[in-house]
Every structure is written in structure tokens, then in C-alpha cells.
Antibody
Framework: QVTLKESGPALVKPTQTLTLTCTFS??????????VSWIRQPPGKALEWLAR???????FYNTSLKTRLTISKDTSKNQVVLTMTNMDPVDTATYYC??????????WGQGALVTVSS | QSALTQPRSVSGSPGQSVTVSCTGT?????????VSWYQQYPGKAPKLMIY???KRPSGVPDRFSGSKSGNTASLTISGLQAEDEADYHC??????????FGGGTKLIVL
């Protein structure tokens, strides 16, 4: 059974760095073709793809946010970490991690709401 | 990448069919057969319903079907049921390891 769960701070201040952790089970990121992405959804707005990390440590970022994002993995802990620097109130959103199967997101975490406010 | 265009809402009565459209460009929807659809209940995580334009994951009822023509993809739900009332999001691969989503469509079952 594949499960993913996001964790991290619910509130961050403007200009701070956000660190989110995705802890998953039911698959291994050391297995070829396994991939995990981060996706966010501002309140009442569209989903937005942020980043992806592959089993071979290849990393891909949304070009609009690339300078602020870093994705990494700890295979031994079954975790993927996303950091986003220089947080702004417009970054307030529910952040999801999802497993990537082929080109689609087949399993999603429950999401973590992050509010950016002073 | 600009978000794909979806209607804000669609509605139908139980037993009817409804179609949700998703319009992009030749750089995303029109350029790849990699459109997926996600169902999302309020406060819940999205669930994959259709991938590769027309394919259904195991466990998804065959009432859900997908298609594509040019730069527009469509999700059709036949035999509408009350439990189908949810938000539906389309997503397309956009090349260069990037994905773009639609704004979401609220399906109202009358």
C-alpha cells in the first residue's frame, strides 16, 4: 500500500525559508523509475507543479520558482525534502507530495497547509 | 507556463452525462498524449482518475472516460451519481520536465 505524508511548519514569516518533508511507504526511491513530485494549491486556486526528484537523483524544477527551490531525498528514511527560500504571503498554499508513475501523479499525500504571515 | 483553461463549474442530474473541458496549447495538451485528470473532494487530496488521455487506473469506474482533440482534452462522466460531486483538475505534461494544471472545475450534481 502506497502512502505519502507531508510535514512541516504551518506558519512561516515572510523572507523565511520553508522546509517540508514527505515521508512515504509502499515503494522505494532507490528503485528504478520511481519519482516523487511536490505540488501546491493556493486557497481557491489552481494546482501548481513545483519540483520532481527521481530514483537516480535527477532533479527538475518549475522554471518560475527554480531559484527558490531545492528538492532532495533520503532513501534510507523514505523521505523527500523540499525547501523554498524567501517565502512571501503569495506562497500561502496547501503543499502536496505525490508519487510520479510514468507522467502522472498516482498517489498523493494529504497535504500540508502553509501560511505565510508576519 | 500558463494554467490550462477549465470551466469554473458544470452541472448535471443523476443518471445524466457531463463533460469537463480542458484547453491548453500545442506546447502542452496538443503536443503530448499525457493528459491526466484528478478528482478532489473538499479538504482532501486529489485522486488520479484518468491518465495518458484515455486510460483509467484500476478501481476507477468505467463511467469516467477521457479524450482529446487538438489542444482540448475532455473528461466525460456518464451515469452521474451524487458521489461524483467534487472538483476535477486536468493536468498536462508541458515538455522539459514540466507539468501544467487547469484551474479546476466544480461538478454539481443537481
Amino acid at each position: 500500500q502506497v502512502t505519502l505524508k507531508e510535514s512541516g511548519p504551518a506558519l512561516v514569516k515572510p523572507t523565511q525559508t520553508l522546509t517540508l518533508t514527505c515521508t512515504f511507504s509502499g515503494f522505494s526511491l532507490s528503485t528504478p523509475a520511481m519519482r516523487v513530485s511536490w505540488i501546491r494549491q493556493p486557497p481557491g486556486k489552481a494546482l501548481e507543479w513545483l519540483a520532481r526528484i527521481d530514483w537516480d537523483d535527477d532533479k527538475f524544477y518549475n522554471t518560475s520558482l527554480k531559484t527558490r527551490l531545492t528538492i532532495s531525498k533520503d532513501t534510507s528514511k523514505n523521505q523527500v525534502v523540499l525547501t523554498m527560500t524567501n517565502m512571501d504571503p503569495v506562497d500561502t498554499a496547501t503543499y502536496y507530495c505525490a508519487r510520479v508513475s510514468g507522467v502522472e501523479f498516482d498517489y498523493w499525500g494529504q497535504g500540508a497547509l502553509v501560511t505565510v504571515s508576519s | 507556463q500558463s494554467a490550462l483553461t477549465q470551466p469554473r463549474s458544470v452541472s448535471g442530474s443523476p443518471g445524466q452525462s457531463v463533460t469537463v473541458s480542458c484547453t491548453g496549447t500545442s506546447s502542452d495538451v496538443g503536443g503530448y498524449n499525457y493528459v491526466s485528470w484528478y478528482q478532489q473532494y473538499p479538504g482532501k487530496a486529489p485522486k488520479l482518475m484518468i491518465y495518458d488521455v484515455t486510460k483509467r487506473p484500476s478501481g476507477v469506474p468505467d463511467r469516467f472516460s477521457g479524450s482529446k482533440s487538438g489542444n482540448t482534452a475532455s473528461l466525460t462522466i456518464s451515469g452521474l451519481q451524487a458521489e461524483d460531486e467534487a472538483d476535477y483538475h486536468c493536468c498536462s505534461y508541458a515538455g522539459n520536465y514540466a507539468w501544467v494544471f487547469g484551474g479546476g472545475t466544480k461538478l454539481i450534481v443537481l
